[in-house]
């Protein structure tokens, strides 16, 4: 891989990438509240919307034909037209992602959970800037220390990187509570990293954590689901991945299955990277597993 070595020296710049629904989905939460509700009406019926008009829209949405319009050239767009374009090519795929039916048989529910769950690990692909990942790569081949941090549902993902990473031979830690991660990331260097994983981008903890890494000169590296958050305002590189969620699951269960497979294509190029140093780190964690296992 050829990456950029200057990590540190110019704050990331985001682009919005992927399909125009998951393009939705990621900056809805920086959205206004007349924004939010052009982009609710298109996320909830994607395909109905491709046969309205401007007005229809905006009549649907309660906003206006203006708003309408500037929400679309908010996504990078030209207008109403080009919208509805991008929106007819993906709607058949995105007019999919319903929540499971409340009466569905236990075998229809498990068909629905799967297929959802793989279409938001498809559409999240197109979204993750492949610069932005190659510079997380180098980051975390090229660190004398990692400290990882997340809170809440991310924790058992950051818990499983560590120890994934650990057995590859990097240096990485965990801790286990949010005061001592931000004392840890306090701690940093210039040549240090800190993996910061957060669904919303705005967890209090994990954010406060960033911001100290940051403040120190070290790497901060986002995984997250929303381009304008205050993790990705805090990080040097930001992996954007974000996922549709049903109304019956647990906030972002989608979203773990999405930053998981990030997290494993991340551990796949590292490891990659170095090949002498993951088969000595193998070779040391597997005698030790060994000793645990009957």
Same mark, same amino acid.
């Given at each position: 891989?050829?990456?950029?070595?200057?990590?540190?020296?110019?704050?990331?710049?985001?682009?919005?990438?992927?399909?125009?629904?998951?393009?939705?989905?990621?900056?809805?939460?920086?959205?206004?509240?007349?924004?939010?509700?052009?982009?609710?009406?298109?996320?909830?019926?994607?395909?109905?919307?491709?046969?309205?008009?401007?007005?229809?829209?905006?009549?649907?949405?309660?906003?206006? *034909?203006?708003? *309408?319009?500037?929400?679309?050239?908010?996504?990078?767009?030209?207008?109403?037209?080009?919208?509805? %374009?991008?929106?007819?090519?993906?709607?058949?795929?995105?007019?999919?992602?319903?929540?499971?039916?409340?009466?569905?048989?236990?075998?229809?529910? #498990?068909?629905?959970?799967?297929?959802?769950?793989?279409?938001?690990?498809?559409?999240?692909?197109?979204?993750?800037?492949?610069?932005?990942?190659?510079?997380? *790569?180098?980051?975390?081949?090229?660190?004398?220390?990692?400290?990882?941090?997340?809170?809440?549902?991310?924790?058992?993902?950051?818990?499983?990187?560590?120890?994934?990473?650990?057995?590859?031979?990097?240096?990485?830690?965990?801790?286990?509570?949010?005061?001592?991660?931000? #004392?840890?990331?306090?701690?940093?260097?210039?040549?240090?990293?800190?993996?910061? #994983?957060?669904?919303?981008?705005?967890?209090?903890?994990?954010?406060?954590?960033?911001?100290?890494?940051?403040?120190?000169?070290?790497?901060?590296?986002?995984?997250?689901?929303?381009?304008?958050?205050? %993790?990705?305002?805090?990080?040097?590189?930001?992996? *954007?991945?974000?996922?549709?969620?049903?109304?019956?699951? #647990?906030?972002?269960?989608?979203?773990?299955?999405?930053? %998981?497979?990030?997290?494993?294509?991340?551990?796949?190029?590292?490891?990659?990277?170095?090949?002498?140093?993951?088969?000595?780190?193998?070779?040391?964690?597997?005698?030790?597993?060994?000793?645990?296992?009957?």
């Amino acid at each position: 891989m050829t990456m950029s070595a200057d990590l540190t020296s110019a704050p990331h710049t985001s682009h919005d990438r992927g399909t125009l629904i998951a393009r939705i989905r990621a900056l809805s939460p920086s959205m206004s509240p007349t924004q939010t509700a052009v982009a609710n009406v298109v996320l909830t019926n994607p395909a109905g919307v491709v046969r309205m008009t401007v007005t229809d829209l905006a009549t649907v949405s309660r906003s206006s *034909v203006g708003s *309408v319009v500037r929400f679309c050239k908010d996504l990078g767009l030209k207008g109403f037209h080009e919208f509805k %374009l991008q929106l007819a090519a993906e709607a058949p795929a995105g007019a999919g992602d319903h929540d499971v039916a409340q009466d569905g048989t236990p075998s229809a529910i #498990i068909a629905s959970v799967f297929q959802s769950t793989s279409r938001s690990i498809a559409a999240a692909e197109s979204s993750i800037d492949p610069k932005e990942f190659e510079r997380a *790569v180098h980051a975390l081949d090229a660190a004398r220390r990692i400290v990882l941090v997340s809170a809440g549902p991310s924790a058992p993902l950051a818990m499983d990187t560590a120890l994934r990473f650990r057995s590859a031979g990097l240096p990485i830690e965990n801790p286990a509570d949010p005061i001592s991660q931000h #004392i840890c990331a306090s701690m940093l260097t210039g040549g240090d990293v800190c993996l910061a #994983i957060s669904h919303t981008g705005r967890t209090r903890e994990t954010v406060a954590a960033a911001e100290a890494a940051r403040d120190v000169g070290a790497t901060v590296v986002a995984l997250t689901s929303f381009y304008r958050s205050p %993790l990705v305002a805090a990080s040097s590189v930001a992996l *954007v991945a974000g996922s549709g969620e049903t109304r019956f699951q #647990i906030e972002a269960m989608m979203s773990r299955f999405v930053h %998981l497979a990030v997290l494993d294509a991340l551990y796949s190029a590292v490891t990659a990277e170095n090949a002498e140093r993951t088969l000595r780190g193998a070779a040391l964690s597997a005698r030790a597993e060994e000793t645990h296992r009957i």
